[in-house]
């Protein structure tokens, strides 16, 4: 059943503005209420860090590549971000894209643009108006369309957004049958990843309106996040890394504790200790941005934004 979202409709106007949270998924989420679907698929970077009640995310898929991508005007095929000449106008509807290469590119000038990959590229190729777009790798490589990635960003230059480049399957949460099903769909080290990263996110209360980032990594046990927090024109950041053990047995557990959510997810066959541990993690690394001053760097980005 194919559908279409008001993220989808609305192509005039930057995410960051249009303030509605659940801009991707609404539409999908009535259908699964109404039972006329029995599982809707997402980007998990679309889904809030909570859910509405009586909704979960089933399955993490595989993570594809969570990098963000540089797509060139054909004229400057070849080239990186840092070749352009001064003042090329990047596109990217992304708050938290424009914050980071802002400070990184300030010889470049950063627009919205706005709508599905097709019209971005469109849109990119067939006028002048743009020297580059940024958009997620991931994406790009699902569409096959690869071979149109020019640079892509590590997170070095640019840290990319909570859950990107993983599939987020939602279902009804009292749904056992579904949620079983499912669940065989799941992938522990995305899932572990992912978990930390909404974790963070709700903690500092981010959404698209404000840049927040983040880079995993899962090795030898060790789950490590780094995440950061930055202003609009990425002049003031916050930016830390934390780490911890993931390394736990699986234990069948019966009975009521099957269906604990962690920030949305309901993954049974993934340690329920590792779940703890990454979604403590991501509280941790949040507290101490927060303790750093990060709350004062969001609600002023809040606020430009909104003056926007």
């Not at 008001?6 to 106007?13: E, F, Q, R, V, Y």
């Not at 914050?99 to 006028?127: H, V, Y």
């Not at 777009?133 to 997170?155: F, N, S, V, Y």
């Not at 090795?219 to 990425?234: E, M, P, R």
Request: hydrophobic share 40%; charged share 25%.
């Amino acid at each position: 059943v194919a559908m279409s979202t008001t993220g989808d409709k609305i192509l005039d106007t930057a995410l960051s503005k249009i303030g509605e949270k659940s801009l991707f998924t609404k539409e999908l989420e009535n259908a699964l209420e109404k039972n006329e679907v029995d599982l809707v698929v997402h980007s998990l970077k679309d889904l809030p860090t909570s859910l509405p009640p009586g909704f979960t995310i089933g399955a993490v898929c595989k993570r594809e590549n969570p990098l963000d991508a540089v797509v060139f005007h054909p004229k400057n095929c070849g080239k990186t971000l840092s070749l352009l000449p001064e003042k090329s106008v990047i596109g990217t509807s992304s708050l938290r894209r424009a914050a980071q290469l802002k400070k990184k590119f300030p010889q470049l000038q950063f627009r919205d643009i706005r709508g599905n990959l097709n019209t971005r590229l469109k849109k990119l190729d067939e006028k002048e108006d743009f020297s580059a777009i940024i958009l997620a790798a991931a994406g790009l490589k699902r569409m096959g369309w690869e071979h149109r990635i020019g640079q892509l960003l590590d997170p070095e230059d640019c840290l990319y957004a909570v859950g990107q480049g993983a599939l987020a399957v939602e279902v009804r949460a009292k749904d056992q049958e579904i949620l079983n099903m499912v669940s065989a769909l799941h992938d522990a080290d995305t899932v572990l990843c992912c978990i930390a990263e909404r974790a963070f996110m709700k903690r500092l209360e981010g959404g698209c309106s404000v840049p927040v980032a983040v880079s995993t990594l899962l090795k030898d046990g060790q789950l490590y996040l780094t995440g950061a927090v930055y202003s609009l024109d990425g002049s003031d950041s916050l930016k830390e890394t934390m780490q911890t053990t993931v390394n736990y047995p699986h234990q069948s557990e019966d009975g009521p504790n099957d269906d604990v959510q962690h920030v949305g997810i309901t993954a049974k066959n993934v340690p329920s200790q590792a779940q703890e541990a990454a979604e403590n993690l991501g509280v941790e690394l949040a507290n101490l941005l927060l303790s750093k001053g990060a709350k004062h760097i969001l609600s002023v980005a809040r606020q430009l934004n909104d003056t926007r």
